[in-house]
């Protein structure tokens, strides 16, 4: 058996109590102290909010302590999405809500029942006084003061969000969880509302920067917000009042911790970490933060050994929910793009923002998905798939062969409007391992030349080829193998942007100089002269995942001090002279597409907008620039890749992965779009598709077989 | 889909005379494979050991160690350690490497377990140039058939940099195919050739009085993960119906090869799985 312990729980909200409940229970030797800055019955706020997923969760593992909470809660199960005066539902989307009074009081009771000492308005900044506490908890909330004073050791990080927010209550009760979108003269508004009482909801209104300040928001008052508000909800509200409660207009604040523990102390809840209450989960982490910090005590009686136990456990979880939780931001920061859009297709495009895809929706709610259907239309899906032809060697000539011819048989056999079939290098010294294809001498043109002509009694798709200088990638072995191991011999120098190896045993490359550009710049447009001979439909140019053009696009690996690089503009300056050069000889009537790492993925999470450090990569609004100037310089559509732009990139793979940054660039920058990545299937074609983040899918290569 | 059958290396308590006549048997048997767990702080058998012991009685079948715990062993010593069982057993080897989830391991092995993933980087980094020197060779020049475990961003990532392919650590068909469908999107995004090799893993007691035994093996093996033990112990494959099922499910989700780890050490069970293997 473990030793008792004396515990300290700095902070008395959901995390600090429901811990020091569980870790009583589990061992009544402990002595457990709660410091809570405020008195029992204040609190702030109006209901929390849980999703089904953490009901489960908790009442699996708690069976004493979460059944009280349960019956306390209220639940609804559609989810309503107002717009423009329409409503929709959307059935199987299952959240529960408690005031957080209810909560803070039930925790309270069951606390002192099992023996807690609870502690109000003791303020605790510094955990020093605490030196005989084998264990000190920091639940003391986002603005916690001990990861202030241990930051040296937690390194926080707080991303400010780009909208504007504030936290209100009414005394209607909505009957389900509802997202409320409404315009008035000054911009668009989105309303979160979480009925958890009788007479009660909680009503969060949410603006962009510039509708705030249009409106004067800046210097309102809480009576000021409630007059704006009520005489811009008024009509929804039944002749209900809305509430303020402490209601200033903020930014959301996400917190990141690179360590949750020092020592012998350990943050928790929002302390540690938050996440947009749009997707509801704040409260749940924090309680599921204490259920994981209990049991890791019960189990590993060395605390140090326990707190490395728990964040192992919790960081993973967390760290997914906060991405989910950051595209769902993003989302919210940009809704107002998307508010003139038909009711159906906008409750869609809202429900898929980070969570849903077609198919889960269409099991909770089938009546949902057939109104989308039916307001975007169905028809020619499949002549907006493209079909990409697995990586197949060419011979040591660069020049395609039988297998080239295969594949691409296989691939026109799924019947899709567009067909990639494959990459070609702009030169010898383009190539990324020595059995890729090429389009730099004649001998290959007319190889590919031959195949597509064959392709062409049978097959009605418009084929396309991809056209890449590996740039800082190139002379590795072959992909088989693996990624980027480079050549013993038989290895050519390298060019990049920069001289940044792309990994620490690679080959370091030669900055780009004046000759190169133009060379460079002249093997793509002999590229495309000899596609055109070969008689591509298509063009694509590979602008992204570290490649030559790629380097000088993302701020990771161009760090020139010349005109080629610094901001957006200048970074984009030689790719634009690429694109030009080539559109200069490829045909106005022949798709012409450029592939771009729309984020770096790096530090794992997109990067989003208002939260830029240095090392973020390139971020939503630079990716939409990125587009812009692309488009301005002739380039028909836009291939949204990610990652790969220096060998730290973390994708988060699944489905659908990168159709957000498609997504945005399609309708914020108006650049048509290709989305790429964890597209297998009708599914997430339709997911893509009718969601209106891109004109064409790319499906996944070894997963062609879904079609 | 293939089936493999796993030595009972680690079940405490069983005589390792068994591993020769376990092997014998299965290469006999409908199996396509042989394989192994690493375990340190456990009483079991070395599995690079227990694969070079089973490549001496065995002719055909695969021999897969899923997985060693990579960071417990030096770089060069596991590239010389799985190049010589390569090279013995004539380009037999499947290793799988991963970090496993148990500290006592790292204790004993004097590793720090919070380095973990950074050791097992900078190892996979290694192994291949190793393994191309050559010394001693394995079978084919880039080494043998390398799979990872670890479905984490950051695990897609390395596996579709270094590696041939994926295992997944155990559950119901339902998870092995949402973690193999991610394992194909990281492998088509990299642009990796042809499709990753993915394998399967389950526990099974055939035959009268083996589901208690095995049961009990399970929660005796598991007792360091707690509640999680009770959910592993849960999924032991009890019957021949219920092993069919499993494996069809996996085969459905795209699983190339599923590895059925034994929990009796009774040389019966090769029988009495084969048995049902045959008729898949």
Redesign the interface.
């Known amino acids: 058996l473990n030793r008792p312990l004396q515990i300290i729980c700095v902070g008395g909200g959901p995390a600090g109590l429901y811990f020091a409940v569980l870790a009583k229970q589990a061992d009544p030797r402990h002595e457990i102290t709660v410091y809570e800055r405020n008195r029992a019955d204040d609190t702030f706020g109006f209901g929390v909010v849980f999703s089904d997923n953490t009901m489960g969760f908790l009442s699996e593992q708690d069976r004493r302590s979460y059944p009280e909470i349960t019956a306390a809660s209220r639940r609804w199960d559609p989810l309503t999405i107002i717009h423009r005066g329409q409503t929709i539902r959307c059935g199987g989307v299952g959240f529960s809500a408690i005031e957080r009074k209810k909560l803070l009081n039930i925790l309270q009771q069951q606390a002192a029942g099992v023996g807690v000492e609870l502690r109000f308005q003791s303020e605790i900044e510094d955990v020093s006084s605490f030196a005989d506490a084998n264990l000190i908890v920091a639940s003391d909330g986002v603005n916690s003061m001990i990861r202030h004073t241990l930051a040296d050791h937690f390194r926080p990080s707080i991303e400010l969000g780009a909208t504007r927010f504030t936290w209100l209550g009414t005394t209607k009760a909505f009957d389900s969880l509802t997202f409320f979108f409404e315009e008035s003269e000054h911009g668009v508004f989105g309303v979160h509302i979480y009925p958890y009482a009788e007479d009660r909801s909680t009503f969060i209104v949410e603006t962009d920067e510039g509708t705030w300040q249009r409106a004067g928001m800046d210097t309102f008052s809480e009576q000021d917000t409630i007059g704006y508000c009520e005489r811009l909800f008024g009509p929804y509200l039944d002749g209900h009042r809305l509430l303020s409660n402490r209601s200033l207009w903020q930014q959301f604040r996400t917190i990141r911790n690179v360590r949750w523990h020092h020592g012998n102390v350990v943050l928790m809840g929002d302390a540690a970490h938050t996440a947009h209450f749009s997707v509801g989960s704040g409260t749940k982490m924090a309680m599921e933060d204490a259920l994981a910090l209990s049991?890791a005590l019960?189990?590993i009686s060395n605390i140090p050994?326990a707190l490395?136990e728990f964040e192992q456990e919790r960081r993973?979880r967390v760290e997914h929910i906060q991405r989910m939780a950051s595209a769902s931001f993003e989302w919210w920061s940009t809704f107002g793009h998307y508010v003139h859009w038909p009711p159906a297709q906008f409750a869609f495009h809202c429900l898929t923002r980070s969570l849903f895809r077609y198919d889960t929706l269409r099991a909770r709610d089938p009546g949902l998905l057939a109104q989308v259907e039916a307001e975007v239309g169905t028809e020619n899906l499949r002549s907006r798939i493209c079909a990409p032809v697995?990586?197949?060697?060419a011979t040591e000539d660069g020049v395609p062969g039988k297998k080239h011819q295969q594949a691409l048989c296989e691939a026109a056999a799924l019947e899709t409007g567009l067909i990639l079939a494959g990459?070609a290098a702009v030169g010898p010294q383009g190539r990324i391992s020595l059995t890729d294809a090429g389009l730099y001498t004649n001998g290959q043109a007319k190889a590919w030349g031959q195949i597509l002509q064959s392709m062409r009694r049978t097959c009605r798709a418009r084929i396309g080829i991809q056209v890449v200088h590996a740039g800082p990638r190139g002379a590795t072995r072959d992909?088989?193998?693996?990624?980027?191991?480079p050549l013993?011999d038989q290895a050519w120098p390298l060019l990049a942007a920069s001289p940044l190896a792309y990994?620490p045993?690679g080959q370091v490359p030669r900055q780009m100089e004046t000759d190169d550009f133009d060379m460079i710049t002249k093997c793509f447009a002999a590229a495309a002269g000899r596609a055109l001979e070969a008689d591509f439909d298509w063009l694509e140019l590979h602008f992204g995942?570290g490649y030559l053009i790629g380097t000088f696009i993302s701020p990771l690996t161009n760090v020139r001090q010349d005109s080629f690089g610094g901001d957006v503009k200048s970074r984009m300056r030689f790719p634009l002279d690429v694109l030009d050069a080539v559109r200069a000889i490829w045909p106005r009537d022949r798709l012409l597409a450029v592939a771009i790492s729309a984020t770096d993925w790096v530090a794992?999470r997109r990067s989003s907008p208002g939260g830029r450090s240095s090392t973020d990569g390139t971020t939503s609004e630079e990716a939409m620039e990125i587009a812009r100037l692309l488009a301005a310089h002739g380039c028909d559509l836009v291939t949204v890749l990610g990652?790969?732009t220096v060998?730290r990139?973390?994708?988060?793979?699944?489905?659908c992965?990168q159709m957000l940054p498609a997504g945005r660039i399609r309708n914020e920058a108006k650049v048509p779009t290709m989305a790429v990545?964890?597209i297998?299937d009708l599914d997430d074609i339709k997911t893509v598709l009718l969601s209106g983040r891109a004109d064409y899918c790319r499906v996944?290569?070894?997963?062609l077989g879904g079609l | 889909m293939r089936i493999g059958i796993a030595l009972p290396t680690a079940i405490a308590g069983a005589p390792a005379s068994l591993l020769s006549p376990w092997a014998c048997s299965a290469d006999a048997g409908p199996f396509a494979s042989l394989g192994v767990h690493d375990r340190l702080a456990y009483d079991s058998l070395e599995p690079l050991t227990a694969l070079a012991a089973a490549a001496a009685v065995t002719t055909r079948l695969r021999l897969a160690c899923l997985v060693a715990i990579a960071p417990l062993r030096s770089a060069a010593m596991l590239a010389k350690q799985a190049a010589s069982v390569d090279a013995l057993s004539g380009g037999r080897l499947t290793l799988g490497l991963g970090v496993g989830p148990r500290?006592d391991d790292y204790e004993l092995a004097g590793v720090p377990?919070?380095s973990r993933g950074r050791i097992l980087d900078e190892e996979l980094?290694a192994l291949?140039?190793l393994w191309?020197q050559g010394v001693p060779s394995s079978a084919r020049p880039?080494g043998p058939d390398l799979v990872l475990g670890g479905l984490?961003?950051?695990a897609?990532?390395r596996l579709?940099?270094?590696?041939d392919g994926y295992v997944h650590s155990g559950g119901p068909p339902r998870a092995f195919r949402s973690a193999a469908?991610?394992v194909?999107?990281?492998?088509?995004?990299?642009?990796?050739?042809?499709?990753?090799h993915l394998w399967g893993m389950g526990y099974f007691a055939l035959g009268p009085g083996a589901e208690e035994v095995g049961r009990a093996h399970l929660h005796h093996y598991y007792a360091f993960a707690?509640?999680f033990a009770d959910r592993i112990a849960a999924g032991l494959l009890t019957t021949p119906a219920v092993i069919r099922d499993f494996a069809l499910g996996y085969e459905e989700a795209g699983c190339d090869h599923l590895m059925l780890f034994p929990t009796v050490a009774d040389l019966a069970q090769v029988d009495l799985l084969a048995e049902v293997a045959a008729i898949l």
């Not at chain 1, 996944?700 to 997963?703: G, I, L, Q």
């Not at chain 2, 579709?160 to 590696?163: E, G, K, N």
Request: positive net charge; charged residues 35%.
């Open positions: 049991q019960q189990r050994e490395v993973p697995p990586p197949v060697r990459t992909r088989d193998e693996g990624l980027d191991e013993d990994l045993h995942h794992g990652g790969q060998a990139s973390v994708p988060a793979y699944g489905r992965f990545g964890g297998t996944d290569h070894a997963r | 500290r377990y919070e980094m291949r140039p191309r880039q984490s961003d950051r897609l990532v579709v940099r270094y590696a469908d991610r194909r999107t990281a492998w088509s995004d990299a642009g990796r050739p042809g499709r990753p707690g509640a």
